[in-house]
Each structure stands twice: as structure tokens, then as C-alpha cells.
């Protein structure tokens, strides 16, 4: 060891080989292959290199531009709501006791839940007619309506569905970044007489403000790669109302096998995930970032 010293290398590269080669084949080159999906076109002759045909073709595709729409919508409908929900619960279980312990299992419960069989219980609620919505509705003499088969319910739906499967989630890191605020600070500022509402805004919001900033990404991440529940519920329809992003891609590859429009979509889609991503890192760090 002391004469070579390139030696002492050995043991630490032979315990990293594992995680490399894992590495290697299910994370880089799966994007190595994306990239070159996206630039080529497979046809009966052989495969050929046709550069930004695949991207020119998909965003001239009306499908795909109303999937991107979805997918904004969709975002904004799920992150927000999701949001404000976990700080709300994190607010009030924050803290010792028995009852709040129970509740934080409570509302973790759909966090437990496989999405599918969540989709499946939502199924049930939303059946027009005779789903749990739609009775209850009845008792008290309103109409009910088709949830699912509406174009203009069908995505708020399934909105519906993802906020009371994340919210529980959220709550956990919200609530690991209440108990880091330090009791010097809520002191202080009861010292100075701030009230409920003064300390939620100017001592606990911008000490959660990183906890916040991993939170959005997960949550965008969630917007964009969770798609079981459409798959369950409405397979996209109607009338392309609830296609998401994910699931145009999977339509490209699995059912219509245009692997470079697939390649295409999903080069897109992981370019937005990044700048939003980056995004929201930076706002996250307010003026510290810019010193």
C-alpha cells in the first residue's frame, strides 16, 4: 500500500462497483437511449437518424399539446391544495400528546393506500347515479352528476383524488420542519407581542421556506409521474380530458410503438421537471441566494 499508492483506490472503487454498475444500467443508460430514441425513427428498413423531426411532430400533435395543458392544470390543482392541507394539519398536530399522535396516523392512512386500490375506492364514490357522491347528494335534493364521464369534472376528479393521497405525506416534512424551528424564536416574538397570525408569517413560514421548496418538487414530481389513477378511472378520457403527460407517452410507446415520439414527449417532459425544479430551488432561498 505505502509503495503503490494508487493501491489504496482498490477496496473503495471494488465497494462502489455495485452502485456504479447499477447505476450505469438503469439510470444512465436508459437516458442515453432516450436521447438517441428521440433523434431517430425506426422503420422497416432499419433505424435513421432524423435529428428534431420527433420533436417537430409532437408539438404539432394536438394530442399532446392538450396532454401538456392537462398536466399544467393538473399541477396547479394537486401542489397548491396539497400544500396549504399538510401546513394546516402540521399546524394542528404539531406537538406532544396522545390524540395528535392518532390523528397524524389518521391522516397518513391514504398515504398507506396503493394508488390503484385509492382509484378503485374513488371509483365507487364517483359512479353516477348510485356512487357514495351522488347518494348523499340525492338525501339532501341536489342532482348528482357523471364525475367521470363529464370533460369538465373528469381532471378535477382525479385532482380530487391525488390531494387526499399526498396532503398525509406532505404533513410529515412539514412537521419535521416545525420541530427544527427553534423555541428561542417563538419566544422572541411572543416577547414582542405578536400575535397568531404574526408569527405564523414572519417567523414560522419563512423558517419552513426550505422545507417548502423539497416539498413543491416532490409534489411536482408526483403531478407529472403519477398516472396509475388514470389508468383505473378514465384511461385518459373523455375526450382527452384527463390525459396526462405520462400517460401520452406510455399511448407512443406501448400502443401506437412510435418510439420517437415516446423518446420525444419524455425528453420534454424531464426538461420541464428540471427548470421547474431548479425553479423552485432558487425562489427557495430568497435573498440568501443572490448574496
Known amino acids: 500500500m505505502r509503495r503503490r499508492p494508487g493501491a489504496r483506490l482498490l477496496l473503495p472503487l471494488a465497494l462502489l462497483c455495485p452502485s456504479l454498475v447499477f447505476l450505469a444500467l438503469f439510470t ?43 398536466n399544467a392544470l393538473y399541477a396547479i390543482g394537486t401542489v397548491g391544495p396539497s400544500l396549504v392541507l399538510a401546513l394546516a394539519f402540521a399546524l394542528a398536530l404539531n406537538g406532544a400528546g396522545r390524540v395528535r399522535a392518532l390523528l397524524r396516523a389518521v391522516f397518513f392512512l391514504p398515504v398507506m393506500i396503493p394508488l390503484v386500490a385509492a382509484a378503485a375506492l374513488f371509483l365507487f364514490l364517483f359512479l353516477p347515479g348510485i356512487g357514495l357522491i351522488d347518494h348523499h347528494l340525492a338525501r339532501l335534493g341536489l342532482s348528482g352528476a357523471n364525475w367521470l364521464g363529464d370533460p369538465d369534472l373528469a381532471l378535477a376528479a382525479i385532482t380530487v383524488l391525488t390531494v387526499w393521497k399526498n396532503a398525509g405525506y406532505y404533513m410529515l416534512f412539514i412537521l419535521a420542519g416545525l420541530q427544527a424551528i427553534p423555541d428561542e424564536a417563538r419566544e422572541a416574538a411572543l416577547l414582542d407581542g405578536a400575535g397568531p397570525w404574526q408569527r405564523l408569517r414572519y417567523v414560522t413560514l419563512p423558517a419552513l421556506r426550505p422545507t417548502f421548496a423539497f416539498v413543491g418538487v416532490i409534489a411536482l414530481l408526483n403531478a407529472v409521474t403519477q398516472v396509475d389513477h388514470v389508468f383505473v378511472l378514465t384511461k385518459g378520457g373523455p375526450s382527452d380530458a384527463t390525459k396526462l403527460l405520462l400517460f401520452y407517452i406510455y399511448e407512443q410507446a406501448a400502443e401506437r410503438y412510435d418510439a420517437g415520439r415516446a423518446a420525444a414527449a419524455t425528453v420534454v417532459t424531464l426538461g420541464l ?19
Do not use: M
Request: charge should be positive; proline fraction near 5%; hydrophobic fraction near 45%.
Open 273 to 291: 421537471l428540471a427548470a421547474l425544479t431548479a425553479l423552485s430551488l432558487g425562489r427557495s432561498q430568497g435573498p440568501e441566494a443572490a448574496r
Open 28 to 70: 444512465y443508460w436508459p437516458v442515453v437511449e432516450v436521447l438517441w430514441d428521440a433523434t431517430h425513427q425506426v422503420t422497416r428498413r432499419g433505424t435513421r437518424f432524423v435529428g428534431l423531426d420527433n420533436f417537430a411532430s409532437l408539438f404539432a400533435d394536438p394530442t399532446f399539446r392538450r396532454a401538456l395543458l392537462n
